[in-house]
T-cell receptor, first 120, second 112 residues
Framework: GAVVSQHPSRVICKSGTSVKIECRSL??????MFWYRQFPKQSLMLMAT?????????EQGVEKDKFLINHASLTLSTLTVTSAHPEDSSFYIC????????????????FGPGTRLTVL | EDKVVQSPLSLVVHEGDTVTLNCSYE??????LLWYKQEKKAPTFLFML????IEKKSGRLSSILDKKELSSILNITATQTGDSAIYLC????????????FGKGTKLSVIP
């Protein structure tokens, strides 16, 4: 079954509002979670690495004040898109690293089902 | 519940070998199947398959979808050490709730 969930799966909001997306690891405690954005032609861009109890590490070009990431517990990371604009409309995916290793040792990441954000 | 299963979980081959990675899916409102190669920062998109029986090729990689069997394979010929990675398969389902269901991946190790 699913080991990483995201909520909501789909959200439509007005320009200027903030939207929070949750990512939960269901079967394990994830000290590290990752946030991705899917672009046209299906490419995934890593936005940030979220570590439990510390500040997220953002990739170059990703505005940390725009995309607020909080990893308050070992099973939950949140991404808040602040003052959303139409250009923020995208598909956001999270993944969680299983510290116990899983089948690939420390490489194992489990992906959530994604959240479709549409900003009107 | 939507499900994507990849096999094998892990594979070790020698350079020059040909490998076949498998992906089976059970999703509602299936739209397409995606293959990614994950090495470091983010999974790299390889293929998107929507039609059954049509092979997509990119260099030494090729992939095909079988909608009747609800499965797809990814072939890599003449493997190189640079092909070592985790290969992810994801099923895209639509009809209102756009969703990607990822498999757990196949770890491919190519040894010289």
């Amino acid at each position: 079954g699913a080991v990483v969930s995201q909520h909501p799966s789909r959200v439509i909001c007005k320009s200027g509002t903030s939207v929070k997306i949750e990512c939960r690891s269901l079967d394990f405690q994830a000290t590290t979670m990752f946030w991705y954005r899917q672009f046209p032609k299906q490419s995934l861009m890593l936005m940030a690495t979220s570590n439990e109890g510390s500040k997220a590490t953002y990739e170059q070009g990703v505005e940390k004040d725009k995309f607020l990431i909080n990893h308050a517990s070992l099973t939950l990371s949140t991404l808040t898109v602040t003052s959303a604009h139409p250009e923020d409309s995208s598909f956001y995916i999270c993944s969680a690293r299983d510290p116990a290793g899983g089948p690939f040792s420390t490489d194992t990441q489990y992906f959530g089902p994604g959240t479709r954000l549409t900003v009107l | 519940e939507d499900k994507v299963v990849q096999s094998p979980l892990s594979l070790v081959v020698h350079e020059g070998d040909t490998v076949t990675l498998n992906c089976s899916y059970e999703v509602t409102n299936f739209r397409s199947l995606l293959w990614y190669k994950q090495e470091k920062k983010a999974p790299t998109f390889l293929f998107m398959l929507t039609s059954s029986g049509i092979e997509k090729k990119s260099g030494r990689l090729s992939s095909i979808l079988d909608k009747k069997e609800l499965s797809s394979i990814l072939n890599i010929t003449a493997t190189q050490t640079g092909d070592s990675a985790i290969y992810l398969c994801a099923a895209h389902s639509g009809a209102g709730s756009y969703q990607l269901t990822f498999g757990k991946g196949t770890k491919l190790s190519v040894i010289p």
